[in-house]
């Protein structure tokens, strides 16, 4: 069959496949994200409550980074074995598991052993479902695609911020403090989702029965033309795989865009608070979810610009210099009115960034080793998050605010400068255009 001379099949193949993938994918997404850097607005009231110090919550932001680390290629080599629905449900359920055990903790200790958990869990989710969504759509779709997917991160935002800040002042029942509520409240539901992935997410285009054979045949055919057109399509080895200099290219380049990312999950909370005498935890949440409104509408249109031009390289690099010059807006002035400007740039350029650049693995990299290859580079942020983390405990007890927001910007310059020396090709349409 060629998709060629049926553009309306394959447009009605890949709108269904987007209205039955995506949206889940989204909300599994959402409560990843949420679950992962609640632990930023728990420490407004937590490092208090259990005498916890700047360098400490270092050691508890860098502890999720190890294990996530280092369980990055084991986990994705399982997705291809178990299938995505069985291994992405379990470990679903598995984090929402640990989140929930965050409420009994006690000392520094049980913060840092259960983040350490934490990290073993989701260590598969996010490469595993870059791998899935590559598995699913055409080259020229999966910039839109994987902004829509991460705009979950701008959504979980929005709501969790104010949510938790709120959560974190205000729910005080049966005499527990609102940062261990917090914990419970966003773990339950994620155990739920775990639960309904085993029923609602098929591993592959065959096991979709919500697709008619000739779409499924259609769907099939554009992947494989796409994995015949690449290179070393037999059964990866895993030297073979990490011997690629454009892998190691693509992982470094992520990495400090991630460390920087990373790092203002944990800390921009507190750094916030410092703005202005007298912000409320509440407050603290309304202002950190201005970043993630101006995402949400920046994340899908530059990603559609990306697909609609075929062009990678420099929809993910102008990105990466806006978060940088972001960060140094809020480093130098002292206006609140600018450093909400500074925000709301830093919003737009860390997450705008996501859907061209995670377009570019599978154009450049082998298919049969794709998924070992996202990992690795996923993998690779994990380090830059555990190192940056680490010593931004150190750099905010001895610098400040100021410290942090500047080791921030010069991450995001570094990514910028290794991106734009790469050659990446413009990629042609997956589905014609209608006359």
Same mark, same amino acid.
């Given at each position: 069959m060629n998709s060629a001379n049926l553009p309306e099949l394959g447009e009605q193949t890949l709108r269904i496949v987007k209205r039955k993938i995506i949206p889940f994918a989204f909300i599994l997404y959402f409560f990843n994200y949420m679950d992962r850097v609640n632990v930023g607005f728990a420490a407004l009231q937590m490092n208090e409550a259990l005498n916890i110090s700047q360098t400490e919550f270092g050691t508890i932001a860098s502890a999720f980074f190890i294990s996530y680390l280092l369980f990055q290629i084991p986990a994705n080599m399982a997705i291809q074995r178990l299938g995505a629905r069985r291994w992405i449900g379990s470990i679903v359920v598995a984090w929402g598991s640990v989140t929930l055990l965050m409420f009994f903790v006690r000392n520094v200790d049980h913060v840092i052993y259960a983040r350490f958990l934490l990290g073993v869990c989701e260590a598969g989710f996010f490469p595993g479902m870059i791998y899935y969504l590559a598995c699913w759509f055409p080259a020229k779709e999966r910039a839109r695609v994987t902004s829509l997917?991460?705009? &979950?991160?701008?959504?979980?935002? =929005?709501?969790?911020? @104010? #949510?938790?800040? %709120?959560? =974190?002042?205000?729910?005080?029942?049966?005499?527990?403090?609102? %940062?261990?509520? *917090?914990?419970?409240?966003?773990?339950? @539901?994620?155990?739920?989702?775990?639960?309904?992935?085993?029923?609602?997410?098929? !591993?592959?285009?065959? !096991?979709?029965?919500w697709l008619d054979a000739r779409q499924r045949q259609w769907l099939a055919d554009e992947l494989g033309r796409e994995r015949a057109g690449a290179q070393n399509t037999g059964k990866p080895r895993l030297a073979a795989v990490l011997g690629e200099l454009t892998l190691w290219k693509l992982a470094f380049i992520y990495m400090f865009i991630q460390a920087a990312s990373q790092a203002s999950n944990y800390w921009l909370p507190g750094q916030v608070k410092g703005f202005a005498e007298g912000l409320t !935890?509440?407050? =603290?949440? *309304?202002?950190?979810?201005? @970043?993630?409104?101006?995402?949400?509408?920046?994340? +899908?249109?530059?990603?559609?610009?990306? !697909?609609?031009?075929?062009?990678?390289?420099?929809?993910?690099?102008?990105? /990466?210099? *806006?978060?940088?010059? &972001?960060?140094?807006?809020?480093?130098? $002035?002292?206006?609140?009115?600018?450093?909400?400007?500074? #925000?709301? /740039?830093?919003?737009?350029?860390?997450?705008?960034?996501?859907?061209?650049?995670?377009?570019?693995?599978? &154009?450049?990299?082998?298919?049969?080793?794709?998924? $070992?290859?996202?990992?690795?580079?996923?993998?690779?942020s994990s380090l830059g998050g555990f190192l940056t983390n680490k010593a931004l405990g150190h750099v905010?007890?001895?610098?400040?605010?100021?410290? $942090?927001? /500047?080791?921030?910007?010069?991450?995001?310059?570094?990514?910028?400068?290794?991106?734009?020396? /790469?050659?990446? +090709?413009?990629?042609?349409?997956? $589905? +014609?255009?209608?006359?």
């Open positions: 997917f991460m705009l &979950a991160i701008a959504v979980s935002s =929005v709501v969790a911020a @104010p #949510m938790s800040g %709120w959560i =974190v002042e205000h729910v005080n029942t049966r005499n527990y403090e609102g %940062w261990r509520w *917090l914990f419970a409240i966003e773990g339950l @539901p994620t155990i739920a989702l775990g639960v309904m992935t085993f029923y609602l997410l098929p !591993d592959t285009p065959d !096991d979709a029965r !935890d509440t407050q =603290v949440g *309304l202002i950190m979810a201005v @970043p993630f409104v101006c995402a949400m509408f920046a994340m +899908p249109l530059w990603g559609a610009h990306s !697909d609609r031009t075929g062009e990678r390289k420099w929809h993910a690099a102008w990105p /990466m210099l *806006l978060s940088g010059i &972001a960060f140094l807006v809020i480093a130098s $002035v002292s206006s609140m009115t600018l450093r909400i400007l500074g #925000m709301a /740039m830093f919003g737009i350029g860390i997450l705008s960034f996501y859907g061209p650049y995670w377009a570019i693995p599978p &154009a450049l990299l082998s298919p049969a080793g794709l998924a $070992v290859s996202i990992a690795f580079i996923n993998s690779c905010a007890q001895t610098y400040g605010s100021h410290g $942090v927001f /500047m080791v921030e910007a010069a991450l995001c310059a570094v990514s910028f400068l290794l991106l734009i020396t /790469m050659r990446i +090709p413009r990629q042609v349409p997956a $589905v +014609p255009a209608k006359a």
